[in-house]
């Protein structure tokens, strides 16, 4: 099982980025997919989550109508469309899995000028 993120890098506030995560060795579309992030000297939060056929999706509170998760079960893929970014998004953003276990990426730095 492999998970791999894309797509971060430096922004200002207010803009947008787009993170994807590119999934192998399991049936995708049989798994649920969260994205976390973790800020340096704080504990990893879940930023989304969304079901396997992509029906039902829930966010963080702090998230909620600026970032948007996504899947295409066709590419084996997920995504987070964020918009509005603000500083306090800055964070490396992982991609996440449970099948027999859980999986993580190796993430994905987004930062923000404070």
């Known amino acids: 099982v492999q998970v791999v993120e894309s797509g971060g890098g430096l922004v200002q506030p207010g803009g947008s980025l787009r993170l994807s995560c590119a999934a192998s060795?399991?049936?995708?579309?049989?798994?649920?997919m969260s994205w976390y992030r973790q800020a340096t000297g704080k504990g990893r939060q879940l930023v989304a989550h969304?079901?396997?056929?992509?029906?039902?999706?829930n966010y963080a509170e702090s998230v909620k109508v600026r970032f948007t998760i996504s899947r295409d079960n066709a590419k084996n893929a997920e995504y987070l469309q964020m918009h509005s970014l603000k500083p306090e998004d800055t964070a490396l953003y992982y991609c996440y899995t449970i099948t027999i276990r859980g999986y993580w990426g190796q993430g994905t730095q987004v930062t923000l000028p404070s």
């Open positions: 969304i079901t396997s056929t992509g029906g039902s999706t």
């Open positions: 060795g399991f049936p995708f579309s049989r798994y649920a």
